[in-house]
């Protein structure tokens, strides 16, 4: 089975059916830079044109007009050209490309796969290439430390060379390797491997390593990132990855696992990597859980998004489909593609613009963005939300976008409902200091629906800023007197998103000695013994 061509239905949904695309999202982050530098001959098209071919090494002088057909979208965007967008904007090198390199490759497609795959190493007939793969085999096989660049680097060459990798060790090793780094890593370092993971994933010599390494991450209850290695899945069409896909379906090793692996069917249906006889498992599973009355609401959210995509008899479609629009969590994402419907989603993004300041920006730049926010607070798919939130941490309206979505944490309808939801989400990507204190009182309130708790302490591990010792032991000890009282699944959830929240936060020491005094029985022991089995250059921390 050959990897199939995305399209762009799967990245929009419902009232946001119009939304650009990956290479006009890609143009408007780099306009949006542009037009916001305090330089004024960067803001101008035929000066910036000047600026970007100013390369004594690679000299590439672009027109005005190329430049707007770039960053509006209508012609595809070259890789090549935003490395000159982030050195001329003064910008830190892949903090642009890195986001752009994530959500093209995520939405698929020719121009999309022509970006992301125009990165084969220069050959050099003095064997350079061939020294430096050793030399990075070499620091994987020794656990020394692994940067982003070498990852690239070591990814773009395995990838692109005719002569495979033995013996299997070595391949497990770098696998493994790869995967624990995306694992443990936030903002751009997860990006850089993620990226480069995905390229392994998607390459006929390597997919079936990188796909065991993952399938083996699924079994294992207490390791902390089960929902995205078997995600990642969805990047492989390799028979294997459908296969553990469905096994983790029929026989999930926890919640966590059967959320990942229903959440990788969403793309790994649109681009048919299943036969029809798996496809018609997966809807008996879709079935099941839109009669499920105990059904959780992110599963839920993703079997109302599968059930159209999946071959099933007309009288039983109908009948799921009332069923799916009868229960109040998935009835707009039968009826609208949305979380919620359409006259709320718009009246929650303007709320949002309103609060940024806007007035000086572009018409076209506001629209754009204002499709962002609609799919970081509305679209059924939690990756298209995630890669959204990306795009505008990766912008320069990262600080006031985060301010606004941290002030609808204030209403009271929202923040005790699942509306909170995407809200918490798209604040572990953009939110800074500031809005940390307003996530860490949330993981201490009383009377929230179990899954915002779960999003404000899973927010918790990547938002910005520190939080002191005396707010870790009280959110451990309000967490592991409710699993104490209750013993719900639900308490256990909680549990190992705080352990993620301390290990992500690099506070891993500080909570090995609060359980020590503690000295409790609780599920958050076993899964912290997963940090602490961590190797050092990892444990450590990933830094670039």
């Not at 986001?99 to 121009?111: D, K, M």
């Not at 989400?425 to 915002?452: E, F, I, K, Y």
Request: hydrophobic letters at 45%.
């Amino acid at each position: 089975m050959t990897r199939g061509k995305g399209d762009t239905h799967l990245f929009h949904g419902g009232a946001a059916s119009n939304t650009a695309s990956w290479n006009a999202r890609a143009g408007w982050l780099l306009k949006s830079h542009r037009l916001r530098h305090e330089e004024p001959n960067v803001r101008t098209g035929a000066s910036f044109g000047s600026l970007f071919g100013a390369d004594e090494r690679d000299p590439w002088v672009v027109s005005a007009s190329t430049v707007s057909r770039w960053e509006n979208g209508t012609v595809p965007l070259p890789r090549k050209a935003v490395p000159r967008y982030e050195k001329v904007l003064g910008m830190a090198p892949h903090s642009l490309l890195a986001v752009i390199e994530t959500v093209a490759r995520y939405q698929g497609g020719h121009s999309a796969d022509a970006f992301v795959n125009d990165i084969s190493p220069r050959r050099q007939e003095n064997g350079r290439n061939s020294r430096n793969l050793d030399v990075l085999l070499d620091k994987i096989l020794d656990g020394e430390r692994m940067s982003g660049d070498e990852w690239d680097a070591l990814t773009a060459e395995l990838t692109s060379s005719p002569v495979p990798i033995a013996p299997a060790r070595i391949r497990r090793a770098v696998t493994e390797r790869l995967l624990e780094e995306t694992l443990v890593s936030s903002g751009l370092p997860w990006m850089r491997r993620f990226e480069a993971l995905s390229r392994l994933l998607a390459d006929p010599g390597w997919a079936q390593d990188a796909v065991a390494a993952c399938a083996d991450v699924g079994c294992q209850k207490n390791h902390v990132g089960l929902i995205e290695a078997l995600c990642a899945l969805d990047g492989s069409s390799h028979p294997d990855a459908a296969r553990h896909v469905l096994r983790q379906l029929r026989a999930p090793t926890n919640a966590d696992s059967f959320h990942g692996a229903l959440l990788a069917c969403v793309r790994k249906v649109q681009r048919r990597h299943f036969d029809r006889t798996q496809l018609a498992g997966i809807l008996h599973v879709v079935a099941d859980l839109l009669r499920d009355p105990s059904a959780e609401l992110e599963t839920l959210e993703l079997a109302a998004l599968l059930l159209p995509r999946l071959p099933a008899s007309q009288r039983f479609a109908a009948a799921l489909n009332r069923t799916a629009a009868g229960r109040t969590e998935t009835r707009h994402i039968i009826t609208h593609q949305l979380l919620t419907d359409p006259v709320t989603a718009r009246i929650s993004v303007a709320r949002l613009l309103g609060r940024m300041a806007l007035d000086a920006d572009p018409p076209r730049v506001v629209a754009v963005l204002r499709d962002l926010l609609d799919d970081v607070l509305h679209h059924p798919v939690s990756d298209v939300r995630l890669y959204s939130a990306m795009l505008l941490r990766a912008s320069p309206y990262r600080e006031t976008s985060a301010a606004a979505l941290a002030a609808e944490l204030t209403v009271p309808a929202t923040v005790r409902s699942e509306r909170a939801v995407p809200v918490l989400h798209a604040l572990r990507v953009v939110g800074t200091s500031s809005q940390r204190p307003a996530v860490a009182r949330l993981t201490l309130a009383d009377g929230l629906p179990s899954v915002v708790l779960r999003a404000a302490v899973h927010a918790l591990g990547h938002i910005g800023g520190r939080s002191p010792e005396q707010y870790w032991r009280a959110v451990l000890r309000y967490h592991l007197d409710a699993w104490a009282r209750r013993r719900t699944v639900h308490g256990e959830s909680e549990l190992k998103r705080l352990v993620y929240a301390f290990g992500m936060a690099g506070e891993l020491e500080l909570l090995v000695r609060l359980l020590r005094e503690e000295a409790v029985k609780a599920p958050a022991q076993a899964m912290s013994m997963w940090w602490t089995s961590l190797p050092r250059h990892i444990r450590g921390g990933i830094a670039s």
